[in-house]
């Protein structure tokens, strides 16, 4: 078992910048793949980008490349997400999320088995 906890959100003008953080409690951190998701006011939860074990290999969402920086550190159970160059289309709640199936990679978040409770990204024009 897996319990996430987000913070980081805030509210920032066009152009800025954020960095997410995820902590992790529960054993064996390093065995999950971890990814970030978002949903924006009246739309589905959307994949933003993800993370292998090793944190090696990374996958992003083609509206968030150059922008978006995924991480993570083992050895302190956190997962991050640098936002810079934000714009008003990233406001949204994002979500951590962690997947123990052996998955490298994965975008689906029916794939992913704990989640976090989300943390308000607001980005102003």
């Known amino acids: 078992q897996v319990q996430l906890v987000e913070s980081g959100g805030g509210l920032v003008q066009a152009g800025g910048s954020l960095r997410l953080s995820c902590a992790a409690s529960?054993?064996?951190?390093?065995?999950?793949?971890m990814g970030w998701f978002r949903q924006a006011p009246g739309k589905e939860r959307t994949f933003v980008a993800a993370?292998?074990?090793?944190?090696?290999?990374?996958y992003y969402v083609d509206s968030v490349k150059g922008r978006f920086t995924i991480s993570r550190d083992n050895g302190k159970n956190m997962v991050y997400l640098q936002m810079n160059s934000l714009k008003p289309e990233d406001t949204a709640v994002y979500y951590c999320?962690?997947?123990?199936?052996?998955?490298?990679?994965?975008?689906?978040?029916?794939?992913?088995?704990?989640w976090g409770q989300g943390t308000q990204v607001t980005v102003s024009s």
């Open positions: 999320a962690a997947h123990g199936r052996g998955l490298a990679i994965t975008r689906d978040e029916d794939d992913y088995d704990y």
């Open positions: 529960g054993r064996m951190f390093s065995s999950y793949g």
């Open positions: 993370i292998n074990r090793s944190g090696s290999y990374t």
